[in-house]
């Protein structure tokens, strides 16, 4: 388990958890704990859950005891309450502004695979919580806003482009000069396995087409937001520096044609991409 996800103690969960984050509607049973990984050692008069999936970013502490996070917490109830609860007790949250969709949104992308339990009481909640396409154009929009803070050009919004067999397709953010897209992955959590496959030709049509294709989820854009800036600027400003040292020349085209072939850049004016080694990329000067 990575150091990031160690979790030191067993945090409470559950019914236990929505107790102490005092949730309504939500029934006392034993204690309720959840253990971190696949062992589960066995304590009396204790309820015991174990997750693989258990974050130190999913727990929290009240009055000094470890519990999961409410997100986390409206997450397992799912698995241990009706629906009706789950609604209740989710909607109340996010009337009260205990939580966010966006939390909850992070949390089912990042624990709430489709067939464990509970998930799809909090997927139905949050989906009625939102108007149509809701989802997608808010992760868009933060997306954005994160780009912009890069220091990088802007990007081009909705570029649309062609790929093999004459499909297109929009881009979300793009520098077309570089081949660089930068995309919000915003189904992950609530897609369907067509769905699924359908995104992954289209991931596949874009790469194949020479793109750097990055997507970017709820989790990352918004709890990981310091780690995609550094990546997209380091991506974004290595392309950059290849670019600017693209270096016109002068030779014959006849030339070009019998050393490099036909292609871009071959004429009396060609091009070449000299890296600050010194080396050079595509059509050697010499």
Same mark, same amino acid.
């Given at each position: ?111 709430? !695979?489709?067939?464990? %339990?509970?998930? /799809?009481?909090? *997927? +139905?909640?949050? $989906? =009625? ?64 396995? !067509?769905?699924?496959? %359908?995104?992954? /030709?289209?991931? *596949? +049509?874009?790469? $194949? =087409? ?77």
């Amino acid at each position: 388990m990575p150091p990031s996800w160690r979790v030191a103690r067993p945090p409470a969960s559950h019914r236990s958890a929505a107790r102490l984050h005092q949730l309504r509607g939500v029934p006392l049973g034993r204690p309720e704990i959840t253990v971190p990984g696949t062992r589960l050692p066995r304590h009396r008069g204790i309820t015991q859950h174990r997750s693989n999936l258990l974050e130190a970013l999913d727990v929290t502490s009240i009055d000094g005891i470890p519990v999961t996070t409410l997100a986390r917490t409206l997450l397992d109830l799912g698995a241990v309450v009706p629906f009706e609860v789950v609604e209740l007790a989710a909607q109340d949250a996010l009337i009260e502004q205990r939580t966010s969709t966006t939390e909850l949104i992070c949390t089912l992308e990042r624990v709430g !695979r489709r067939g464990r %339990r509970g998930t /799809a009481a909090l *997927r +139905a909640v949050v $989906a =009625a919580s939102l108007p149509a396409n809701g989802v997608d154009t808010r992760l868009e929009l933060a997306l954005l806003r994160l780009v912009e803070s890069c220091p990088v050009p802007p990007p081009v919004l909705q570029h649309e482009i062609v790929v093999a067999g004459g499909g297109r397709y929009r881009l979300d953010e793009a520098w077309p000069d570089l081949r660089i897209a930068v995309e919000a992955d915003g189904r992950r959590w609530h897609s369907t396995r !067509r769905d699924f496959e %359908r995104d992954l /030709a289209r991931v *596949r +049509a874009i790469t $194949a =087409a020479g793109w750097s294709h990055y997507r970017y989820s709820w989790a990352d854009v918004h709890q990981h937001a310091p780690r995609v800036r550094a990546e997209l600027t380091a991506v974004i400003t290595a392309s950059l520096a290849v670019d600017l040292c693209r270096v016109p020349y002068r030779g014959g085209a006849q030339r070009d044609k019998e050393r490099w072939g036909e292609g871009e850049g071959v004429g009396p004016e060609g091009w070449g991409v000299r890296c600050c080694s010194g080396s050079w990329l595509g059509r050697d000067p010499r």
